[in-house]
């Protein structure tokens, strides 16, 4: 196998663009190929190994594997991206989708969103918005339609595959705010839902999803700024409930013992007397969804949604396929469970949608691939799956850590290292169902060797990442979890780690005798007593997440944690350990597992029951221990995904992520062989930058404009070129005349563009009028026809301009204007020069469009938070916000000096306020983020309020800007009335000596301000 140095290939922000070549069997090469990687999946290949009892057994080999193309992906794919990059005019979604789109696309933004999420939410905008509206795009709806009735009768999913720690939790948001925005805004339509219900796994999850209402404390769409926020306020319209699918299961009403319901069902019919005593499916429905009950059409999200399946019955299912080191038993018994939870599922959304209507049901899973015993061939993606961003792009993409697994050791005649599958090698020497009753008992100081040897092996590594951590000043230690196939094996594996108590029967705590366990960081036993915080914890996970009361045997087992937690809680102000039950303590202290602070935080070290919580997202985890059988490629994914999420997410100058890494034994996973010595580098800390309402600087005030529009003049329509109007056409445009095409061998050829110099120039001027005219419409009051009594003065404006504007060199003619991107710009160049004319008129021909629901922002509604360096501290005279935080040392020096000014009597920079001014550039409509607003005294009770722009450089599109600014923003904010007195634009271009700049800043400000005729 090869290793590779840095397997981080691509940005996290950007379409990726490189990937990792592949092998026939899914191994790295080493080599990287141009483009993104193709979407594909890998499952394990079944076959027979021995004959049993006369019948031919089914054994999972792991190293037969058949790759295969997600051919339907790969083809929605590259239509989204087609229609990703085209013209904002074509892209064929409301108003409000556009918006969206747009807002989360930015790249500029404090933390941009994962290409990779954004690219779910497209998938499902354009199959919803797009897709239907042309017949070559619709049938890959009806595809999925058909794909999903066979598999779900009744019910339409389409299901996103987004690898484990790609931020499922934000595409949520993303379609949540999607659909109930356009809903909030177009009650009418059937298109779009402002009902949702959300499906986890478990109860860990259902918490987490929490985040996903509107009015949560913490909620996702503020903190990662998912929706503008104009918007939020149609957002907040929607009805949510999250909830875990045990809830769909059908209870009994009232509170009656199971041993009651039994002695009262006598000879009665089970099915009779279960309908007396159970609740109808309505009423679940109605105890799950009470927030949701007379809205139709709920879109249903499931998170982990390969858990949801139409489980056949047992009968029907083929004999199931089981790794070698399983039991019939134990492989038949994991896939009933399976079965089971599945059936509950996927039975409750039914009942939703025979109660209330089912709009559609997305499906979120990082592995949406039939489970086994599903009635499915194993291992096969769910054919609705409509987007894919796998593992490895994940990791190419530097979203996630690397995991690190054997591939060789010193032991000779092994087909694979020993570390790579432990629980193969030991399974015969730990405890199973039932061989209690045979009478064996087993020791916690008596390991199997190869179990014991895997331990100290990953724990002296676990050891250097410790005092690593500890060294950087790392806020909570690095997480070693091990994950065992069933209680008593966990029991033996946390005793053997973390220390124990000899004696548990005795009633008298003081004569309890503990002993040490042997991994000394992992201890909770020190001088003989167990210390105050276990460093070691014991989970059950499927008993966490049912939200049922744990068993007493697992209480038995973890009495001493639980009681440890307990004491821990007592000291808690205004928490009443006693009104928290063990399951609720045991779930809190899982959940903040690597979290400064909270209870979790000090533990280094899980031992968990079966498999950790899916969805379980703790950061910190760098090492993990599998010893259970493991059946599935899948299984195996889900394990180490508990150790994938990153612990920091800054990228590099030049946008990259920095590897981060886990170690894994024990987990049969073939994966990237990587290298890397130092992989760890801790968060950076964060800084809360919020308007202080104590201080005495102003508030800061500003319209939030989305567009303009003209009331047309009375007279005759004119146009002002000044020196941004003229356009220049040469051989250094990024279109080439002719191009030269050469063969090995044989005649050359030349490719040209001579069929641009027939274009004349009476037609180049009717299609620049044409288009301006369409500009122009759609900033006016009536937008539904164009005004074609103005054709006839936009066509003289264009033929103006082409002569007097219009420079060609090289050999270009004027014919190069019909190319669209040269066309759009002629037209933003002619519109913006009729738009000057009207504001420098006076009258009030140019209005703002404002945002509807928040016309208005304010700096005393900055809050968040930052983990930049480039900090400033303000005057809290002068500015309401406690920092600045600035791109350049040009803009520190500006804030600096404008503190010094008597004149100012206050300012904001901005950064994360909201400030925007909408401009078109190239055809392409944008928003332009200036850089301060400053609060001039220029002798009158309300102050001058100048907008303020620090360029290092000048470019084409800065020059629009600040066009636009001039004759379209500030016009139209001064002709409404009702904000203020603006000044005109304050632009410092170049400002490499900050010290000689500010000695004409204060003329520059008077000018504009009126009390100064020129700057000297």
Sequence with gaps: ??????????????????????????????????????????????????????????????????????????????????????????????????????????TDRERPLFFCQVEAAETLIWLTEVAPKNPVHARHLEYFRQQSEGSNPGLFRLALKLATGAGKTTVMAMLIAWQAINKARRPQSKMFTDAFLLVAPGITIKDRLR??????????????????????????KARIVVTNYHSFQLKTKGDIKPGTLEALRGREDPETFDARFRETEAEMVQRVMKPLMGRRGIIVINDEAHHCYEAPPTAEIEPIVRSEE????????????????????????????????????????????????????????FPWVVSDFSLMDAIECGIVKVPRVPTHDDVVKREEPIFRHVYKHVRNELPRKGQRKAGKTYSAEELPAQLEAALRALYRDYEAKFSEWAAKSAETPPVFIVVANN?????????????????PDEKDPAKHKWRAGNLPLFNNVESGKPIERPRTILIDSAQLESGDAISDDFKKIAG????????????????????????????????????????????????????????WDANTVTHILGCRAFGTRLLCEQVVGRALRRV????????????????????????????????????????????????????????????????????????????????????????PKETEVDPLVGQSNVIGMGDLDAVRSQTVAYMLAKRALERWARMTENVDTEPTFLFPQFLGIAKRWLAECLHLHDGRSVGWLSLASYRDEAVDRIVRACAKTLSQAGSEEILPVLAPFEPEGSSKHVDFFTTKTTLLTTDPTKCQVNYVVYDSDWEAAFAERLERIPQVRGYVKNHALGFEVPYVFMGQERVYRPDFIVHWDD?????????????????????????????LWLPAVRNDGRFGRWGPPVEIVQPYDMSRAFETIVKVFEVAAGTLEKVS
């Design 211 to 236: 985040v996903l209402q509107p009015e949560s404390s913490n909620s996702i769409y503020e903190r990662l700024s998912i929706v503008p926020r104009d918007m939020m306020d149609d957002l907040r």
């Design 648 to 735: 920091s997410y800054e990228p590099d100058d030049e946008g990259f992520f920095r590897a981060e890494y886990a170690d894994v034994l024990g987990v049969p996973f073939d994966f990237m062989p990587a290298n890397s010595s130092k992989d760890f580098s801790p968060p950076k800390p964060r800084t809360r930058i919020f308007a202080d309402d104590t201080r005495a600087a102003p508030e800061i005030r500003f319209p939030r404009v989305l567009g303009y529009r003209v009331v047309f003049p009375q007279g005759r329509l004119s146009a002002t070129f000044v020196a941004d109007s003229h356009m220049r056409l040469g051989a250094d445009t990024p279109i």
């Design 487 to 503: 209680t008593s094996t966990s029991k033996l594996i946390h005793d053997w780690i973390a220390g124990y108590c000899e004696n």
């Design 326 to 381: 399983e039991t019939a038993a134990e492989a038949n018994a994991e896939a009933e469970a399976s079965r089971k939870e599945a059936r509950v599922w996927i039975n409750g959304i039914r009942g939703v949608d025979r109660v209330l209507g089912v709009k559609t049901v997305y499906d979120l899973s990082a592995t949406p691939f039939f489970l086994r015993g599903s009635g499915q061939e194993e291992g096969k993606l």
């Design 560 to 615: 001493e944690e639980i009681e440890a937690f307990r004491r821990e809680l007592r000291r808690t102000p205004a928490r009443d350990p006693e009104a928290i039950t063990d399951a609720d303590l045991l779930r809190e202290v899982m959940n903040t597992v690597g979290q400064k602070g909270r209870m979790g935080g000090t533990v280094r070290c899980v031992v968990s029951v079966s498999m950790l919580t899916e969805g």
């Design 939 to 967: 002798g009158h009770d309300d102050p001058l309020q100048l907008v303020v722009e620090i360029k290092g450089r000048r470019t084409e599109e800065d020059q629009v800007k600040a066009d636009t600014l001039a004759s």
């Design 1 to 106: 196998m090869i290793a590779i140095e840095n397997p981080i290939l691509n940005r996290p922000f950007f379409k990726p663009d490189r990937h990792w070549a592949l092998s026939d069997d899914g191994m790295p090469t080493g080599e990287t190929i141009e483009g993104r990687r193709r979407s594909e999946y890998i499952v394990a290949v079944a076959t027979p190994k021995r004959v049993k009892g006369g019948q031919q057994e089914l054994i999972l080999d792991e190293r037969a594997a058949e790759r295969r193309a997600n051919d339907r992906v790969n083809a929605i794919r590259a239509e989204v991206d087609q229609w990703r990059s085209s013209p904002e005019a074509s892209w064929g979604v409301t108003y409000e989708t556009v918006r969206l789109l747009k807002h989360w696309r930015a």
